[in-house]
C-alpha cells in the first residue's frame, strides 16, 4: 500500500533565517497522531539562510543523520568533531549517553538545504558516536545507492538501528525497481522533480508511506531527487516512547 503525503499538509514553520517542513511532531508541531512511522521519530527538510544556523545545542538517545541537498552544512560538537559538508555528503551523529552540537551555514551568499533525520536506537545510553561520508552527485545518478545501514550492514554510514537509508538521482525518463523483503516498510522524500512510484504521481516536497509492498517501480517524469528510510514493519512503541 502506498500513501501519499502531500506537500500541502505538512507543517511549515518559518523562522526568518531557517524554513523548516516538518514530516512528523517536531518543535511547536504536535500531531498526536503523526509522531514516527516505525523507528523514524523527525524528519524536517530544512532551509538555512546564510550566515546563520542551529547554535550549540543537546541531544540524547537518538542516531541522527543528516543528508545535504545543496550548500555546505558546517557541523561542530561536544566530541571535537569539525566538518563541512556540501552537496550528497552525509553526517551520522549517535548521541547516546548526551552530547552538544552546532550546525551552522557558513557561506556568505548561497543556502543550505539538508534533510535531518532521527530514528531511534536499538538501545539507550550507548557512547556517543559521529561519523561522515562524501559521497558525489555521480554516486547517485540512475541507481539507488545505500548511504546509510545497521552495523551489520554495508553502507559507508552505520548506525545502532535496524534502518537502511537509500538516495537517487533519478534522469528523465530513467526507470527504476526495488524489492522489499516481508514485514518491511518505507517512508520516502521527494528532494526534486516528479515521479511515478507503482503508477502513483510524487512530486518536490511530497512523502509516501509504503507497506506491504515487495516490489517498487519508479519512473521519473523530469529529473527527480528522492530518499528513502527502510525499516522493519513491526515495531512496538512500548520499546520505544
Not at 1 to 8: A, H
Not at 39 to 60: C, M, W, Y
Not at 90 to 95: R, T
Not at 172 to 186: G, M, P, V, W, Y
Request: charged content about 25%.
Amino acid at each position: 500500500m502506498l500513501e501519499k503525503i502531500d506537500k500541502d499538509v505538512m507543517h511549515v514553520a518559518s523562522r526568518g533565517w531557517l524554513t523548516s517542513r516538518f514530516h512528523f511532531s517536531f518543535a511547536e508541531y504536535y500531531d498526536s497522531k503523526n509522531i514516527h512511522f516505525g523507528v523514524l521519530r523527525v524528519l524536517n527538510d530544512d532551509i538555512v539562510a546564510p550566515q546563520t544556523g542551529f547554535e550549540t545545542h543537546s541531544h540524547k538517545d537518538m542516531e541522527i543523520v543528516s543528508y545535504v541537498v545543496e550548500g555546505e552544512l558546517t557541523h561542530k560538537d561536544s566530541m571535537k568533531n569539525k566538518e563541512t559538508l556540501d552537496a550528497h555528503n552525509v553526517q551520522y551523529m549517535s548521541a547516546g549517553t548526551g552530547v552538544t552540537h552546532s550546525e551552522k551555514n557558513d557561506s556568505e551568499s548561497l543556502y543550505l538545504r539538508f534533510l535531518q533525520i532521527w530514528i531511534y536506537p536499538d538501545k539507550n545510553n550507548l557512547t556517543p558516536n559521529y561519523g561522515s561520508f562524501k559521497y558525489e552527485k555521480k554516486d547517485f545518478v540512475n541507481t539507488i545507492k545505500h548511504i546509510v545501514s545497521p552495523l551489520s550492514g554495508s553502507a559507508s554510514v552505520k548506525i545502532n538501528q535496524d534502518a537502511n537509508i537509500y538516495a537517487s538521482l533519478l534522469e528523465e525518463n530513467a526507470t527504476l525497481s526495488f524489492e522489499l523483503q516481508e514485514k518491511r516498510q518505507i517512508y520516502l522524500v521527494m528532494i526534486e522533480g516528479v515521479m511515478l512510484i507503482n503508477n502513483m504521481e510524487v512530486s518536490k516536497y511530497d512523502a509516501v508511506k509504503i507497506t506491504d509492498e515487495l516490489t517498487l517501480s519508479f519512473k521519473a517524469l523530469a529529473n527527480s531527487h528522492f530518499l528513502f528510510i527502510e525499516m522493519a514493519s513491526a515495531v512496538s512503541d512500548v520499546d520505544y516512547f
